[in-house]
């Protein structure tokens, strides 16, 4: 099981993993080093005795219990691939009546895009 904790005060607490052994410099619910500010959205951490005791004692706040092969949100979907995406903006700019060869804006024809500044 996981445990979704927060950090308490300035304390700090050490993180253990499954095993029960705490890294040097980890601290639950918060960053690492140099300035180990709490982790405003807390920390998943593995359900020891050492972490129930802190919660219990008042070191860390419990936000949540999760069960085993709990995961956290999904990371953003990939952006399309560069062949799919250069036939997206063709036909983008081909419908907004560019002037497109080989995927190259060669002119529009109301617009001289040379008079344009260059950001």
């Known amino acids: 099981m996981l445990l979704h904790v927060k950090a308490v005060g300035d304390g700090r607490f050490p993180r253990y993993d ?5 890294p040097p410099g980890a601290y639950a619910g918060r960053a ?8 405003p959205e807390g920390e998943l951490v593995d359900d020891v005795a050492e972490t129930r005791r802190a919660i ?10 999760h069960p085993d092969g709990y995961a956290l949100p999904a990371a953003p979907a990939a952006p399309a691939a560069p062949a799919e ?4 903006n063709a036909t983008a700019l081909a419908s907004a009546e560019f002037v497109v ?3 190259l804006v060669l002119e529009h024809p109301r617009t001289n895009l040379a008079d344009r500044e260059v950001r």
Do not use: K, M, N, W
Not at 18 to 22: K, N
């Open 85 to 88: 995406a250069r036939a997206q």
């Open 18 to 22: 499954a095993s029960g052994t705490a």
């Open 32 to 39: 690492r080093a140099p300035d180990f500010a709490p982790l």
């Open 56 to 65: 219990i004692v008042g070191d860390l706040a419990l936000v949540a219990e």
């Open 101 to 103: 060869a080989d995927g």
